[in-house]
């Protein structure tokens, strides 16, 4: 159980393309979401925390116009890239949690690769 | 504010023989939970093991286990009998009782020799 699967896995478009990526909780109703991003050998950023039904919380210095998140329903995140340029170009990673505080674990997606050109 | 400190970059072990990396927190709190995550070159995080602070006894999952010392705010991983398919970053995570954010370290990657 508690499979999260996050599309696409890869995407390469030109500067200037907004790009969609979904999160799903594919067994399990994630009550938060997580986005987060990684630099090269790098460990993990957090971007923003979503929960169903109400606005993100960003992370300082994470532009919100630039990175939309939107969690619609208990089974669902997405993060809009608005207007990619080349550094955006990052891995991106999702998780989800069952609920927002206990030894509920955090369960990942396998992640996008975004090449912006 | 927490942090989660893994002071080995990089770690190297034969096939077969045990391997202990190392990461310590530091935290006012006395109620959260610790967390070992694996990531592969295929890049998804995998969950290793995870403990609770108010247990005493150290988590067990089969090869991998862990020497929880919360006095001395270390949380160590032990891989015994290492194999090929261990190989990857290791990131440990703490996680607070009231917060549900991880706070991650930086990692130490983890190669094993044929």
């Known amino acids: 159980g508690a499979v999260v699967s996050q599309h696409p896995s890869r995407v390469i478009c030109k500067s200037g393309t907004s790009v969609k990526i979904e999160c799903r909780s594919l067994d399990f109703q994630a009550t938060t979401m997580f986005w987060y991003r990684q630099f090269p050998k790098q460990s993990l950023m957090l971007m923003a925390t979503s929960n169903e039904g109400s606005k993100a919380t960003y992370e300082q210095g994470v532009e919100k116009d630039k990175f939309l998140i939107n969690h619609a329903s208990l089974t669902l995140s997405t993060l809009t890239v608005t207007s990619a340029h080349p550094e955006d170009s990052s891995f991106y990673i999702c998780?989800?949690?069952?609920?927002?505080?206990?030894?509920?674990?955090?369960?990942f997606g396998d992640g996008t690769r975004l090449s912006i050109l | 504010a927490q942090t989660v400190t893994q002071s080995q970059p990089e770690m190297s072990v034969q096939e077969a023989e045990t391997v202990t990396l190392s990461c310590t927190y530091d935290t006012s709190e006395s109620d959260y939970y610790l967390f070992w995550y694996k990531q592969p070159p295929s890049r998804q995080m995998i969950l290793v093991i995870r403990?609770?602070?108010?247990k005493q006894q150290n988590a067990t999952e089969n090869r991998f286990s862990v020497n929880f010392q919360k006095a001395a705010k270390s949380f160590s991983l032990k891989i015994s009998d290492s194999q090929l398919g261990d190989a990857a970053m290791y990131f440990c995570a703490y996680r607070g009782l009231s917060n549900y954010q991880l706070i991650w370290g930086a990692g130490t990657k983890l190669i094993i020799k044929p």
């Open positions: 998780s989800a949690s069952r609920g927002r505080v206990g030894n509920q674990p955090q369960h």
């Open positions: 403990q609770e602070a108010y």
